[in-house]
């Protein structure tokens, strides 16, 4: 079960929660600055690709492709 699928849950203790904070962070820590970005424009933020496209002043596949960047390394999918 992923971060997203457990907040979703409802995440039940202060403890769980300490965990799940500090591995988003470890995570966070491991992309590059581009995918970070992506990541919390469109996580964090909620905004669309495009709209994150436009925030970081690059396109929406450029947010999309950082997207699929960082979600392949962060699986060990590279």
């Given amino acids: 079960m992923s971060y997203v699928d457990d907040v979703r849950a409802g995440v039940r203790s202060p403890e769980e929660q300490a965990i799940l904070r ?3 962070v470890e995570a966070l820590a491991r992309l590059t600055p581009k ?3 992506a990541v919390l424009l469109t996580v964090a933020l909620g905004l669309t690709q495009e709209e994150a496209g ?3 002043g690059v ?3 450029a947010i ?3 997207l ?3 979600s392949r390394e962060e699986t060990g999918q590279t």
């Fill in 54 to 56: 436009r925030a970081a």
């Fill in 59 to 61: 396109t929406h596949s």
């Fill in 68 to 70: 699929k960047q960082a």
């Fill in 35 to 37: 995918q970070r970005e």
């Fill in 64 to 66: 999309s492709q950082r």
């Fill in 22 to 24: 500090e591995e988003v």
